[in-house]
C-alpha cells in the first residue's frame, strides 16, 4: 500500500513455488527480505546473497537471518500488513543491523566473530527497531510517495552503535576509533589493478559488509536473476565510484576496499530503473546521483571520524531521498509510483506501451 | 486542538478551584505547565514538583518559575491559542529550558548559582524560543497526530548552549568539557544498593535536572496525585534503565546519578498508557521503548562529547516519536488520539468500554 | 506556485526590459538569481551586486556566475516550472555554493583563487546538486506554504565540503582546520570602531563570502534599488548582531569580520516585511530572530568545529525556518503567502488596504 512491492507474486521467471501452507513460507519471506536489501523482491536473489555471505563467513550469514527474521517477526507480532510482510519488506533493514552491528563490535572486521550473548541481545533487539523505524519514516514519507530505502537501518544502528563506547560489556571493534579528521597529504596513491577489480567487487560485497571482492560479484549475479538493469546498474554504480575515488585521489586501501561504492551502487539501483524509468535524462541523473553519493559517503565518514562511527548507507539514503524528493518539480524525469515499482525492466515496459498508446492516439489537445 | 489536553478541565479530583477571573489564573497556569513536562494537566502536580525543586535549590526553583512564565507570555503576547495556554501546553518546554541552562552553566550542577544579568537574559530568550519551536513541530507533525514532546527544549536547549564557548560573559559549566569518546576498560565497575536506590531517585529527578535522588521520589509522589499508571511507569522507566545499564557494564557513577534513567522514565509514561492504551502489547511496546531509550541516550551521549554538549532528554524525544510516528503500521496497538489523552487511566476506561460496547453489538461482518 | 515570487514581472521601476526572445534573456534570470539570495527579484540588485563581488575579486565574481548558471541550467534540463527559473529562484542557491566552496578551498579566503580543474568542476556539481536540494525542500515544505530559503546551499555546500580531507586533489583551504572547541578565556576583547564599521559592512558581505566591508555597503545599496525596507533590514541585522556579540563578549576579530552578522541579516530581511508583514509585533518578533540567530551561528560553528567546518547560513535558516513554521499558532502576526510575497513594502501595503476594507465594512459579526 505504502511501499514498493507489496503484491504478493511467486518468482521468479513466473514459476510459483510448490503450494505450502502460509505458515511454512517464512523461509521465503526471510529471503526476499535479503533480496529486498538490493531493491529485489525475488527469493532467489536472497538465496544466492544468502549463499554468498555464509561462503564468506557464517558468522555473518547467521546475523543476516537473524536480523532478518527479527525484524520481521516484530512486525508480525505488532499485526503489520501481511502483504508488506510476505513481500520482505519487515525484513532488509533487519539483515543489515545484524551483519552491520555484528561486523563493526567484531575484532576482525572480515570474518566477523560470534557476539557474546549481551552483544546478541543488543543486535536483535536493534533488528526489532528497524521495523519500528520503517514504520515511522514511511508515514512521514506517504504524503510525498517517497520510500524508506535503508534510511530505518541506518538510524537504528546508529542509535545502537553510537552507545557502546559507555557499556563494558560491549567492547566495540578496532574500526571505530575516534579521531579529528586530517587531509589525505601528497600527491595521491598510486593505483593498481589489484584496486580495481577488488574494488569493484568489494564496492558491490560491501553493501552487505562483506570484505570480500568475489561475493560482491555473487551479489551481482543473484542481482542478475531478478533484472539485469538492476545488476547492471550496482555494477555501473561500483566502477564509477571506484572511478571518481581515483580521480579525486583517495587513499587507494580505502579505494581497494570499496569503501566509496557500496552506497553508490545502492543510489545507482534506485534510481537507474527503479524509482524512475530507465530514459536517457533518467540515465544521466542516476549517473550525476552516482557521483555525488561517492562524496558524500566520504563527507558522512568525515563527520562522524570525531567519534569514530561508521556512515554505513547514509550517503545513498540520505542523496538518494533528495533526488527522489524533488520528483515533482522535474518534468522531465519519469517517477515510478512505489507501489508500481516492480523490476526496472517492468517500469520501462510499462511506460513504453504508456507513450505509445498516448502517441497512438494522437496528439493532445492543449 | 493539536494537541493532548487542550481541554481546561478543573482537577485534581474534580474539585473546581475557587472561581477566580482569568487574569489571576496564572499561577494555575505556570504549575500546570510543570506537571505537563511529565504529561500531566493537574497543578497540584505542579505544586508539589515545585516544592521539591525548591526544597532542593531555590535558585533551581526560581529558574523552573522564570522559564515557564516566559514562555508562556510569549504565546500570550503572539496571541496563541488561549486553551492550550491553560492547559500549560506552552509552559513545559520553558521550566526545562530554565532550570537546564542554569544547571549546566553554573559551576555547581547539583545546586546551581544565581546566573548573571547576562545568562539570565539568555536564558530568558531561550525560554522565549522553546514557544516558537514548540508551535513549529506541532505545524509540522499535525498532519500525523504527533505531539511535540520535549523536543521544543531540546532544540532550543542545544541552539543556545552550544554557542557559550564563543562569549567571554557566558561561562560555560566544568560539565561541558569537550573531548573525544573513549571506551570503558575493564570488566565494569562495581554496584552497590546505594548504586540502587540514588540511581532509581535520580533516574526520575534528572527530567528536573535534580541530582538528589529524594526529590525524584517526591515527584513520583507528585504524578501520583494526577495518576497511578503514570507514577508507575515514571518508576518502570527509572529501575529497568538502571538494570540495562547494569547489566551492559555503565560506569558506576553515571548509574547512581541517573542519568541513564530520565530519559526512560519519560518514554515510560509517554508510551505507557498515555499515547497508546496500556494493553499487554502496549506494555510490551513501553518495555522495548525503555530499554532502546537507555543506550539512546548514551548514543546521544557520545555523539555530542567532541563538543562537551549535553543530550538532555533528546532520547526520549527521538525514541518515542519513531515509536508514535509508527503507530499507523501497527494495529496491533491501541493509540491516543492526542487530543483525547488525558491521563493513562482515562484511555484504558474509554477503551475498555469501547471494546465491551463492540462486544455486546456482536461479531462485526466482514 | 510553491515559493515566493514566482509571477515574472519586469523591473525595477515598472520599467520593463526590451522586448527580446526568451532565448537571449539568461543575463536577466541569472542576475535575478543573485538577487534572490537576498528576497529580492530586481535584476538591477543582482548587477550591482555580482559588480560589487567582482570589484572585490574577480574570481568570486565568475564564480557567482558559473553558480548560477549551472544551477539554472540544471533545473531547465530537467524541465523544471520556466516561471520559477525565470524569477531566479533555481540560481541563488547555486549562486551562493559557488563563492562558498571556492572561498573556503581558497589558501586566501578574501580574494580567492581560481580552482584547479577538478576542484571546479566539483564546485560546478555541487551547484547542480543544490537545484536538485531545493526541489527537494520545496515539496516537504509545500503543505506548510514555507519557504526552503537557503537550504538547498547549506546542504549541498555540507555535503560537498565535508568530503575535501578524504581526497588528494582536493586540498582544503586553511580555515578548515579540524579542533576541539574551547570556552573563550578572560574579560573578554576590546572592541574600536573599526570593530564597528568593519563588522557591521562584513556582517552583510559575508552573505556572500566577501570580507570586505565596503562590498556590504554595495550589497545594501543594491537591495535598497528594489526594497527600502529589506535594505533597512539588512543594516539592521548586521548592526544589532553586532552589538549583541560585543554584550555577549565575542572574540574581536570573528566579531569585526561580521561572522556574527550575515545569518543575522538574513534573519532580518526574511522576517522583517517578507514573510511576516512588519506590524509592530512582526517587528519584535524580527528582532528576536535577529538575537536569537546570532548565537545559533555560533552554537552551529561550535558543533561543526570537531571537523573544521564552515556553518555557512545554517543558523538563518534554522531560526527562519522555525519562525517561520510556527506561524500557524500565533494569530499576533500576519504571515505573508510565499506566493504572494513580493517585496516588504508590497505586503505591507496590502495588507494595510485588506485591513482598512475590514473596517470599512464595520465589525464583523461573531
Redesign the interface.
Known sequence: MFSHNVTYVFRPGGVALPDIPVVHRWPEWTLRGISQVVFQNNWLTGLIILGAIFYNSWVYGVACLVGTVTSTVT?V?????RNMVKAGLFGFNGALLGIGLNAFMSQNFTNGELPSW?LYL?IV?GA??TA?????????FR??DIPALTAPFV?AA???????????????GPLLT????????????QYTWTTWYQGIGKGVGEIFFQDNWIIGFLIVLGILVNSRISAGMALLGSVLALAT?I?????ES?VRGGLFGFNAALTAIALGGFFYVLTV?GFL?TI?GI??TT?????????L????MPAFTSAFV??T?????????????VPVATEDATTAEDNLARWRRHVEQAEARGPAVG
Chains 1, 2, 3 share one sequence.
Open positions: 512486525a507480532l505488532l499485526k503489520a500488513d549481551r543488543y533487539l526489532a527497531f519500528v523505524v520503517f514504520s515511522a519514516l514511511l508515514t512521514a504524503p510525498f538510524i546508529w542509535l545502537f552503535i553510537f552507545a557502546v563506547v559507555r557499556f563494558a560489556h560491549l567492547p566495540p575516534p579521531g579529528l579528521p586530517s587531509p589525505v597529504q601528497g600527491a595521491g596513491d575515488a580521480v579525486l585521489g583517495a587513499p580505502m535524462r541523473y550525476f557521483l555525488v562524496w558524500v559517503w566520504a563527507a558522512i565518514s568525515v563527520a571520524s570525531p567519534i569514530g540520505i542523496v531521498l533528495l533526488m527522489l524528493f524533488a520528483k515533482g518539480f522535474f518534468p522531465g524525469l
